[in-house]
């Protein structure tokens, strides 16, 4: 199972995990989609307008990635960010066999890799401990190297529940991070970037996100500076109605 993929200027790059999908696993009572751990996890990178002939295919430690941030190349090097996990059993909470009762829960990091094309060495780096999911940039910098990514804080306190309590912004030149709390009992989902009208910076512009009240019992978006991530909102827009926990979110501008 393929879920997401990644562009940079000269290619495209797929990513081919051990998720498998086999229909008849339904006949014998299971899920239908399997992480097959014994099977190997590999990064495909394919010249754009290339084909089976020309892609090239480089194995990582086993993992499961569902979604790319952004991907560029740096000279003889592409480079691939992410947020991965060791396996993954879809957020189903799993039985332990043992005496732990429930298995940990899935926990996503953001990993940066290194792929070398001349040499074909892989480096393999982790940039937070911190569980994250859903990694966003400014979408006008896709396929080139950027220094700013934003990725939502999994509330693993609420486990086995996929909570996310958080925004975080990733300085990737300077290797700092910054976290927007969204609130003792407020939880929300993907976030997406809108520029400011005419920004040069590459952060200049706003974070979108739906955030749940449960205590308040109210749904909102919130616009955030991503220039002052940490500050308040710079708007609360409050839904007439609850809006149910989501994700992969975008910004479409009324001149598009």
Known sequence: MMH????????????????????????????PIKFEVQNPSRIGILPRHGDNRTIRWFKISTC????????????????????????????IPQEDKGEGGETEFEHFRLYRYRINLKTGVVKEEALDDFATEFPRINDDFTGRKTRYMY??????????????DGLIKYDLETGSSQVHEFGRGRFGGDSAFAPRPNAVAEDDGWLLTMVWDAVAKQSELLVI?????????????????RVPYGFHATWISSVC
């Open 4 to 31: 997401d993929f990644a562009i940079t200027e000269h290619y495209t790059i797929f990513l081919d995990m051990p998720l498998t999908f086999k229909p008849m696993r339904i006949m014998q009572g299971q899920l």
């Open 64 to 91: 499961m990635v569902y979604h790319v941030g952004n991907a560029w190349e740096e000279g003889d090097e592409v480079v691939v960010l992410v947020t991965r996990t060791p396996d993954t059993y879809l957020f």
């Open 151 to 164: 990725a939502s804080r999994q509330a693993t306190y609420m486990r086995p529940r996929l909570l996310l």
């Open 225 to 241: 500076d991503a220039q002052n991530f940490t500050g308040e909102p710079v708007a609360r827009i409050l839904m007439p109605q």
